[in-house]
Nanobody, 127 residues
Framework: QVQLVESGGGLVQTGGSLRLSCAAS????????MGWFRQAPGKERELVAS????????YYANSAKGRFTISRDNAKNTVYLVMNTLKAEDTAVYYC????????????????????WGQGTQVTVSS
C-alpha cells in the first residue's frame, strides 16, 4: 500500500481559500486514482473529489462543484485540492486516499475503490 501524508489545512475565514496537498510514497503513485474525502463531526465521511491516474477524468461532489479543484503532479507524487469560496459547512477533517487498481479510466465516484488513507488534515472555516 502507498503511504499518504496530507498538509495544508488550517483556519480560514468564510470566503477564503486553501490548498491541500497529499504526498505519496512509492513508485506506483502515477498509476493510481486518488481522492479527497472529508468528515465533519457527527457526520459520515464523504467523497469530495477524485481524479484518475492521468488526470484525464475527475469527479466532484455537488458540494464541491465550482469551488474545489483536484489536480495531481505525478512527477512529485502529489495530489492537490484547491478550495475556494469556503463556507462554514466545509469545516471537516480532510483525508487523501488512493485506489491501487492501476490505470482506472474513470474517476471513482464513491469510497469503495479506495484502499489506502492518510491521517487527515483539519480545515476550519470561521464565519
Amino acid at each position: 500500500q502507498v503511504q499518504l501524508v496530507e498538509s495544508g489545512g488550517g483556519l480560514v475565514q468564510t470566503g477564503g481559500s486553501l490548498r491541500l496537498s497529499c504526498a505519496a510514497s512509492g513508485s506506483t503513485f502515477s498509476t493510481y486514482a486518488m481522492g479527497w474525502f472529508r468528515q465533519a463531526p457527527g457526520k459520515e465521511r464523504e467523497l469530495v473529489a477524485s481524479i484518475t491516474w492521468s488526470g484525464g477524468d475527475k469527479y466532484y461532489a455537488n458540494s464541491a462543484k465550482g469551488r474545489f479543484t483536484i489536480s495531481r503532479d505525478n512527477a512529485k507524487n502529489t495530489v492537490y485540492l484547491v478550495m475556494n469560496t469556503l463556507k462554514a459547512e466545509d469545516t471537516a477533517v480532510y483525508y487523501c486516499a488512493a485506489d491501487s487498481a492501476e490505470f482506472r479510466g474513470v474517476a471513482p465516484p464513491d469510497s469503495t475503490a479506495f484502499d489506502s488513507w492518510g491521517q487527515g488534515t483539519q480545515v476550519t472555516v470561521s464565519s
